[in-house]
């Protein structure tokens, strides 16, 4: 017999289950993804449409040049090491840095979290060398304002009231301090490009920024601007999956209306909890 | 060499924590051994211990950056001495909390029996003053709540609760204040008539605020709110568990190309290395 707060039989194999049915379709999903890699490395990669904002990167920077002002990157104060986000961010960080090297820009980087520092220092850097142009990488341009998500807001905005960026970019995990970025940047008259698969703060960034890169655009900008075949097969093989999700849902609705079939998911989802 | 190593950090972690997750409440690593979810916890410990480490070797860095920008007069050198500053006046604070928690613990925690009673001789004869419960209380349990009073006066200032909630807080609270203006601001921008998109953007903001304010609903029968309810319910919700689903997949997929290495924008140039 179960004491207080242990689970029941039944309770643990409903975990067994939930757990078996998250693996599989996690391992589905993977397995997908894996044959869109394959499949595009063997030359037949779906094509992949053009995201705006990912387009607009060069002329960003260039107009910032032209304007002898600098350009700015940053991830929010809460991306923390935790969110996946971060990493995502990095290729998009890199290529505004190679942007930055080969145009003879500036390039400001202010970071919220110390564990993220070395990660933003190595992008930039990185961005740099790509454009053979390490001469011009400043570390003290990869700035850690610590304090939380306002003080590093704050910090921010007056580093940008100071500096003057004249394009701004705003990528990652993003909570209410995008909203003071993105404003801060529109009195400074920036050119500002925003990604975040953040759903709530995707309008902020919609009435403030140029362009926006919205939910899985985000996911899809490094392998959409790095070009390889490998990722874009993966980009191809995530948009098959939807496809297969939207004809379940149709399927689902269409046999939900059939009164057996309803009892048998009624009886799935008791067995799922 | 280095790309290789930044994507065994990557890799090993996501693997690790992926077992973890769908290993809770698997069986156990061999007769009577650990699951692989309850390692975590040490592995955790693992992470509080290297953190600190870190933490000190920041400490010490940071230490010996400012103290070269002060000796040697460098361009804003002053405000290195603030962070000096700083520093120990918080470090002061939080040896003065230590001790306020230890004297806590000695003087106050034994004063709470005594309160308990009190409390106790208050609900069983009502009309009794606070006075009257404690001149009922015994010699000892008099005694410990004189040694808690005296407690009290004595720490009534706490450095770390005062730089808490009468400087950090309402600093925050002041920033969270300025996101009124900004979102006023963003949304009479938003809702200028620039564009095809821009003006369906306003109509539907139009009817979804006046729709669920009640003036709304009472101008226009009740039409107006049933109209905001399906724009939320219906065509808001729609577009955001479309989006929710694209994102999931997504997201899936960009963790796989990153545990896998594919992702060369984090993994380094091994160029230039010093």
């Known amino acids: ?273 | 060499m280095r790309a290789i190593l930044i994507w065994l950090a990557l890799l090993f972690p996501a693997v690790y924590y992926l077992l973890v997750f769908f290993a809770e409440g698997g069986p156990p690593l061999g007769e009577g051994g650990l699951r692989i979810d309850e390692t975590d916890v040490y592995v955790g410990r693992g992470i509080i211990i290297v953190l600190a480490l870190a933490i000190g070797l920041g400490v010490i860095n940071l230490f010996a950056h400012h103290a070269k920008n002060a000796v040697n007069k460098r361009k804003d050198w002053q405000y290195s001495i603030i962070v000096f500053v700083s520093f120990f006046v918080v470090v002061a604070a939080l040896l003065w909390q230590y001790r306020v928690s230890a004297e806590r613990a000695r003087v106050a925690d034994p004063a709470l029996p005594a309160l308990q009673q009190i409390d106790e001789l208050r609900k069983s004869q009502p009309g009794l003053t606070i006075r009257e419960a404690q001149a009922a209380l015994s010699p000892e349990h008099q005694a410990a709540l004189q040694r808690m009073r005296a407690y009290q006066e004595r720490y009534h200032f706490q450095p770390r609760e005062f730089c808490v909630n009468y400087v950090r807080r309402p600093l925050e609270a002041t920033v969270m204040a300025l996101l009124g203006f900004y979102i006023t601001y963003a949304a009479y921008r938003a809702f200028r008539l620039r564009s095809l998109e821009a003006t369906v953007m306003m109509l539907s903001a139009a009817i979804v605020i006046l729709g669920s304010d009640s003036l709304g609903g009472w101008l226009t029968g009740g039409r107006l709110t049933v109209w905001a309810d399906f724009d939320n319910r219906v065509l808001n919700s729609g577009m955001q568990r479309g989006l929710a689903i694209g994102i999931g997949v997504a997201t899936i997929a960009a963790s796989l190309r990153i545990m896998l290495g594919l992702e060369k924008g984090i993994m380094g140039s091994g160029r230039g290395e010093q």
Not at chain 1, 51 to 62: C, H, K, N, T, W
Not at chain 1, 259 to 269: D, E, I
Request: glycine residues 10%; charged residues 15%.
């Open chain 1, 1 to 273: 017999m179960p004491t207080d707060g242990e689970p029941t039989d039944d309770e643990s194999l409903r975990g067994h289950y939930r757990f078996a049915a998250h693996a599989a379709l996690l391992m589905l999903i993977v397995l997908g993804v894996l044959a869109g890699i394959w499949l595009a490395r063997r030359g037949r990669a779906l094509p992949i449409r053009d995201i705006p904002g990912l387009s607009a990167f060069d002329e960003a920077v260039a107009r910032a040049t032209e304007m002898g002002r600098p350009s700015l990157f940053t991830t929010g104060g809460v991306c923390d090491p935790r969110r996946v986000q971060l990493y995502a961010s990095m290729p998009l960080l890199r290529r505004v840095a190679a942007l930055s090297g080969e145009l003879g820009n500036r390039l400001i980087v202010p970071v919220a979290y110390a564990e993220t520092l070395p990660v933003h220092a190595n992008a930039t850097r990185d961005g740099y060398i790509d454009a053979g142009a390490l001469g011009n990488y400043r570390s003290d341009d990869v700035r850690y304002f610590p304090g939380g998500q306002f003080f590093f807001a704050m910090a921010t905005m007056g580093w940008m009231l100071k500096e003057q960026p004249a394009a701004c970019f705003y990528f990652g995990w993003w909570e209410a301090d995008s909203l003071m970025l993105a404003e801060t940047g529109q009195t400074i008259n920036a050119l500002q490009i925003a990604g975040t698969d953040q759903l709530y703060q995707v309008p902020f960034f919609v009435v403030a920024c140029d362009y926006t890169i919205i939910g899985e655009e985000f996911w899809a900008s490094s392998a959409k601007m790095s070009g390889e075949p490998g990722l874009l097969g993966s980009l191809g093989a995530q948009d098959l999956f939807k496809l297969a999700i939207l004809a379940l849902m149709v399927i689902g609705m269409l046999l939900c209306q059939h009164s057996g079939f309803a009892a048998w998911m009624a009886a799935l989802k008791k067995v799922l909890g």
